[in-house]
Structures are given as C-alpha cells and as structure tokens.
C-alpha cells in the first residue's frame, strides 16, 4: 500500500505538471467553474481575506492563532511554502496531514478534466498550479471541517483566484510597488486590483496606507456598503517595547484596549502587523462591541509563530532568516536589525530571485551590513550572485560570490564566529529562507559554530 506521504507528494508533482505559479492571467472564472462543479465548498465557512505587499502571511498566522485561541476550528492558506508544500495549508495550527491532502485532489481530480477540456474547447489555457491548489485547499477545509479560513491572497486580489471565497473580514497590509507588470505601475492601480478583496457588506481593517491607496479602498469599501477601519486612526499600536524573545505591544483595538501584551515575535513591523490582526479579529467576532477576552489574547498572540520572519537559527554566532524579497520587506528588515538586535556587526547572505528588485533591495540594506555573501536561491529563477556582487560594490559595499547557500553560510558563519558582537542575517527570498531553515536543522547551527 502506498504510503500517505507518497500519495501527497504525487499530489504535489502533479500540480507541478501544470503552468507554474507565476503564470497568471486576470480573471478567476475558471477556478469558479472547478469550485461550481464541486458544489462550492469555499461556502461552508466564514472567511477572513488578507491582501497587500508586505506581512500578509505574518498577520495572518496572527489572526489564525487568536482564532483558535477563541475555540474556533481554523484553516489558513498562504504561499509560498518554505520547505514542504503541505505548509500551505494548514488545519488547526498544523500542515495538512498527508492523506486529507492526498484525499481532497482525490476529489478535486475528476472534475480537473472537464474544465481543462472547456477551456480547451473555448481556446484557453489549462488550469494552473496556483488555481489548482486554491481549489485542494478548499475542498480540504471543507472537509476537515473547519469554522473560519484565513485566506491570503496569491497575487493582487480581485482577479486572484482566492477571490473566489467571500471575505467576511478584508485585510490589508501595506500596499507599496510590487508585480508593477501585472498589477500597475502606480499604488493607485495596485490598491485598485487588492481592493477587489472587499465583498458586498464585508467588514474592512487596513493597515496605515499612503493617500492614495487609502482613497481607493475609502471609495471601494463604500460602492460595497462595508465598513472600513484604518490602522492610526480607528485603531493603532500604542506602545511597544523588546522583551526576551519578542516584545510587548499595548493596542487600542476597535472594541478595546489591550496593555502589555507579550509577542514572541521580533521587528516592530510585527508589532504593527499584531494591531491590524487584533482589529481582523473584532471585526469577525462582532465588531467594536465585543473586545477578545484577554486570556485568550494572550493565548493567540503567545501562540503565533512567522517562520522565515526574523526567525533565530543559529547561536555562536546568531544566525537569522529572513524572507526580504521586495524593498518594502527590506525596510522592515533593516529597522529590526537596528531596534530588535544588539549586535555591533551584520554579515548579509543575499540571494535573489530575477524577477525581484535586486538593487532596491541592496541600497535598503546595505547601510545596515558589514559584508554581502552573494548567493542563489535553488531556483531557475534566481538572480547570478555576481550581478548582486556588483550590485553590492557599486552601492560601496564589501561582498563574495558563493555559488550556493551552504557555500555563503559557511563563510558569513566564519566570519561572525572570528570576533564578538557580530551576527549573520540571511534574507533576499522565500526559497532562500526555506533552504537556510533545513540547512540549519541539518547542520544544528543551534549548537554553534565548529571550523
């Protein structure tokens, strides 16, 4: 009998068989015809919406554990994964079990068929990676089944194929530049696609915007008839200070205020990011009427984990992943090294997927770094870690070329272990952060660095 990880893994390499990830085109109505056909199982819950440029997976873990946390049965959906794809979809606080993901395409599978061959029929490509997986996330919830999906979106918002779920809760994180050949070459048209997150009647909290994306979702939010509630202005992060392993954060919410809150998560970005999934959460549960009991505030912040975050791998010397992979991740990056860490001197292993912005990504972390090891994610896609050398020398900093993670690792890991008060961060891209999160569980960066 074939094994349940064997079975999810065909899963998986089925769906890889299908027109990558990045392969999108701006219309849903082929994953609604896949999830019409199965009977809409994207209905049988309650869904919390997320979209934006930056903290998106973050903010929603936050709000998946202080979901749970009220007792709630919970799904979330984010992408991409860092080491294993079952990641993606999580039941209860945990990946998927091997065999429920294995069962879900077992019903999703017969119905694949007929659509690819309407679209066929109608001159349209097959159905994709990502709308495929969208749907197998949805069946398995359904079937789990759970009481409230956490939902991030893929890319954009309103032609994403996530859309096909109804948010009764829509959140936004910063929207900045991002996907400019795909969603607009201005905030304006950016905030324009993500708006298309907002349902008929939905309850709207967004994180602080710029005036011209706060326009837009002002105007979407009342052609909708849903409420809106900005971070700063009907709800804010009032304080915040480090802690051992995190920090502690007092927010004015939308149904109360909440002091001296501990957040096992470092960067002041979290702290932020823990206020707009404080306000997601009164909004799902009845608004600026009923506040969280603090218990179980206490028990869903306490509870929230944002792997490839600012995560801690290694010690002697600190080592710390981060995923980084656009400018505005970078900022957040950067202010974290400053204000979460005590350490005189960073080494930056950098590595960066082509369609990212590279240089953007340099000039913003550059200041905050002694040395650049220059690498590749383990990817096709990946940026040649000599054009991010000179990338880095141009800017007027140091940098190596290692042609692989563990090549840069060893190096920046030297490097830090040769005097006091140094440290490595690595960051640039997602994959990257999956690999360095297995390459430090192999080599137990946690028990300290051996030449």
Known sequence: MTD???????????????????????????????????????????????????GKTSTARMIESLLRAHGLRTGLFTSPHLERFTERIMIDGEPIADAAVADAWEEVEPFVGIVDAELEA?????????????????????????????????????????????????????????????????????????????????????????????????????????????????????????????????????????????????????????????????????????????????????????????????????????????????????????DSFDFDEWGLVLGVLGDKDASGIVETLLPSVEHVFATAPDSDRASDPDAIADLVERAGGRATVHPTLADAADAAREWAASAERRAVIIAGSVVLAGEAISLAADEDWKSGWRA
């Open 122 to 338: 109608a001159g349209d490509a097959p159905l994709t990676f990502f709308e495929l997986l969208t749907v197998l996330a949805f069946v398995a919830c359904a079937d789990a089944p759970i009481d409230v999906l956490v939902l991030e979106v893929g890319m954009g918002g309103s032609w994403d194929s996530t859309n096909t779920a109804d948010g009764d809760v829509a959140v936004f994180t910063p929207i900045d530049l991002d996907h400019a050949d795909r969603l607009g070459d201005t905030i304006a048209k950016i905030a324009e696609v993500k708006a298309g997150i907002i349902k008929d009647g939905a309850a709207v909290v967004s994180s602080r915007q710029t005036p011209e994306a706060e326009a837009v979702l002002r105007r979407v939010a009342a052609e909708r008839g849903a409420s809106i509630a900005f971070e700063g202005q009907d709800f804010a992060l009032v304080e915040q200070r480090l802690a051992v392993g995190g920090q502690q954060i007092t927010v004015r919410g939308l149904a109360g205020q909440y002091s001296e809150e501990y957040l096992p998560l470092y960067g002041e970005h979290q702290g932020f990011n823990a206020a707009l999934a404080i306000a997601a959460v009164e909004s799902l549960i009845g608004g600026a009427q009923h506040a969280i009991v603090g218990d179980v505030l206490a028990e869903g912040l306490q509870g929230a984990t944002s792997p490839g975050r600012l995560q801690l791998l290694g010690i002697a010397p600190t080592v710390v992943v981060d995923a980084a992979h656009n400018p505005h991740g970078a900022r957040a990056l950067a202010a974290a090294l400053k």
């Open 4 to 54: 349940d990880r064997e079975r999810a893994d065909a899963v998986y390499s089925a769906l890889l068989e299908r027109a990558g990830e990045r392969w999108v085109q701006p219309r849903k109505e082929r994953t609604a015809r896949l999830l019409e056909l199965m009977d809409d199982p994207q209905k049988t819950y309650r869904v919390v919406h997320l979209t934006g440029t930056n």
